[in-house]
Structures are given as C-alpha cells and as structure tokens.
C-alpha cells in the first residue's frame, strides 16, 4: 500500500479531487479522494488535515451529503475525515453534527468508528462547549445503541486529557458513575476511560 507522508502531498492529492469535483461534481470529488487518499496508508493528523482543506472549498449545501458519501466507503479514513467535517460545522450546526455523527457511530457498528468519530466531534463539542454537550450527553446515556453510549466514555476522556475544566468533569464522572451498571464490554470499556482520565486529572 503507498504511503503518504507530507502536507504537500495531502494539499496535491485535495487539489486534484477538487479539480474533479469542479468539472464532474461531487461524486467525482469522493471518487478522487477514495482512490487517492483513502486507500493509501496516511496517518490520523494528515487526514485531519486533508479535511480542513476540503472544508475550504465544499458548499455547506453539500457537506453532509460529502460525509455520506465518505462514510458509504467504508474506508478507515473517511470516520476521520467525517469526524473533522462535522467538528467544523458544530459552530453553526451544534446538535445536527452530534446527531449525524451518532447517526455514523450506528452504522459503522465497531469500536474504532466509535471512537474515531466520538473523539472528533462528541469530545471536540465537549471540550469547546461543554454547557450544550453535556445535557445531550445525558440524553444519549439512555439511547438503546450500545456504541452510542460508548462514546460518552470516549467523548469524556477526550475533553478531560485536553483540559476541560474541573467543575465539567465532576458533572461527567457522576453520570458515568450512572451506567457503571452496562454489561457489554465495549460499553465498560468506553465509559471506564472516563473515569479513569477524571482520577488521573484529580490526582495532578
């Protein structure tokens, strides 16, 4: 599998895609980026990269239906891409972006799409605007998907390595407290990186 290893290539290979897209459409623009970037080996923050350049130059009309589009790929990259587009349009688009990231988590129906997309847009949210997220976290702890539930650990852990703030974190840590109870082992494992991060954030 090619590698890519620089900015350079990752501005070369968004260039050429949006050249596609302007001359083709968007689905000519997903083509290009699945052949030439997805199915190559690029390491997480160069992909994150490759997003925010692509945010440049893509309509908001039709940045969901880009991340649609990338998430039916289901290539490894396109959570992490995905995950950076809707992070971005939390600004403008706050509860739309945590819902179709949910929406993702639920497809994607594995741990690392959980924890790809949660970090990304549940904990950037958390961490930016932690008076919005956490009464939708609060909602999400009783959703029936059990990956929905993960990623409030995945989510919690996120902002508090960050350094949301202490008041935040207690609020948290109560309602992982709250479903300590979960028998699944992706669920305990999640919502047990919270707690964790709070004690090592207690500690220091």
């Avoid at 968004?14 to 699945?34: D, N, P």
């Avoid at 961490?127 to 702890?141: D, Q």
Wanted: some cysteine.
């Amino acid at each position: 599998m090619d590698q890519i290893t620089s900015k350079v290539q990752i501005r070369e290979i968004v260039a050429a895609a949006k050249q596609q897209g302007q001359q083709s459409g968007i689905e000519c623009l997903i083509l290009s980026l699945q052949e030439c970037l997805l199915k190559k080996k690029v390491r997480f923050p160069l992909l994150e990269f490759a997003a925010r350049e692509i945010m440049l130059f893509v309509p908001e009309a039709e940045q969901l239906h880009l991340t649609d589009r990338l998430i039916a790929t289901t290539e490894m990259g396109s959570y992490v891409l995905t995950g950076i587009i809707l992070q971005q349009r939390l600004t403008e688009h706050f509860e739309e972006s945590i819902h179709k990231a949910c929406t993702y988590i639920t497809m994607g129906n594995q741990w690392y799409v959980c924890d790809i997309i949660g970090e990304r847009v549940l904990g950037h949210a958390l961490l930016t605007s932690p008076k919005k997220a956490i009464p939708l976290l609060e909602e999400l702890a009783h959703h029936p998907d059990k990956w929905i539930v993960r990623t409030i650990g995945v989510a919690t852990h996120y902002a508090v390595k960050k350094g949301l703030p202490a008041t935040y974190v207690d609020i948290l840590l109560k309602l992982l407290v709250s479903l300590s109870n979960k028998t699944d082992f992706h669920v305990k494992k999640g919502i047990g990186w919270g707690p964790k991060q709070s004690q090592s954030f207690t500690l220091s």
